[in-house]
């Protein structure tokens, strides 16, 4: 089936760095969203994205991060700059532009930030 | 607060009987409820979903059973197989002008099955 691919899977960084989460998502998909996890806890949006521009955002989307998908390629989350607890799997997901469209997720990427 | 709540935490079946894996909310404007199964090392995938409109939706061996007046809904696996075993994570989403879901996970069931 569609694959949502995640690059990197595994990074650490000292707290204060930037750090670019990238994602490939599906290829005719429209919608584009990162959720993330804290170890034990349940997986929290943080953002969807449409057509250049941020649809929606959660409270756990700080000032710091941002998203951007130049031109058709990757689709990416920016954390600058990083703090302790943004430590986390960052999932990211796409779907086609509707209403209860299945989203696919990538396997993440764990970041650690010490 | 915690909007989507799972139970339980974690669930050992033997191969060939029925799990069942529960899911409640909180928030009344949900409409939309996929279940995602999750093996280790990789995303969640959609196994199943439903919406509030229906009370029940089966595709092979799962079927979501859907109570909107206790706001309930649960996850029957019948005739589990080991292959069945993973995290499976129940989520919910409200009807938004933007168009795009935005899923509220709980912190899913951890469904074991002995051979």
């Known amino acids: 089936g569609p694959k949502v691919l995640q690059i990197p899977s595994h990074q650490i960084i000292d707290m204060g760095q930037m750090v670019t989460l990238n994602c490939d998502p599906v290829?005719?998909?429209?919608?584009f969203y990162w959720y993330k996890q804290i170890l034990g806890q349940q997986m929290e949006f943080l953002v969807n994205?449409?057509?250049?521009?941020?649809?929606?955002k959660s409270k756990l989307f700080k000032d710091q991060f941002s998203v951007e998908r130049p031109d058709g390629s990757y689709f990416t989350l920016k954390i600058q700059p990083t703090a302790l607890e943004d430590s986390a799997v960052y999932f990211c997901?796409?779907?086609?532009?509707?209403?209860?469209?299945?989203?696919?997720f990538g396997p993440g990427t764990r970041l650690t930030v010490l | 607060q915690q909007q989507v709540r799972q139970s339980p935490q974690s669930l050992t079946v033997w191969e060939g009987e029925t799990a069942i894996l529960n899911c409640s909310y909180e928030n009344s404007a949900f409409d939309y409820f996929p279940w995602y199964q999750q093996f280790p090392g990789e995303g969640p995938a959609l196994l199943i979903s439903i919406l509030s409109v229906s009370n029940k939706k089966e595709d092979g061996r799962f079927t979501i059973f859907f109570n909107k007046r206790e706001k309930k809904l649960s996850l029957h696996i019948a005739d589990s197989q080991p292959g069945d075993s993973a995290t499976y994570f129940c989520?919910?989403?409200?009807?938004?002008?933007?168009?795009?879901?935005?899923?509220?996970f709980g912190k899913g069931t951890q469904l074991i099955i002995q051979p």
């Open positions: 989520a919910a989403s409200a009807k938004r002008g933007g168009g795009a879901d935005r899923l509220t």
């Open positions: 994205f449409y057509n250049g521009k941020v649809m929606e």
């Open positions: 290829s005719n998909h429209l919608y």
């Open positions: 997901a796409s779907s086609l532009a509707r209403r209860d469209a299945e989203q696919f």
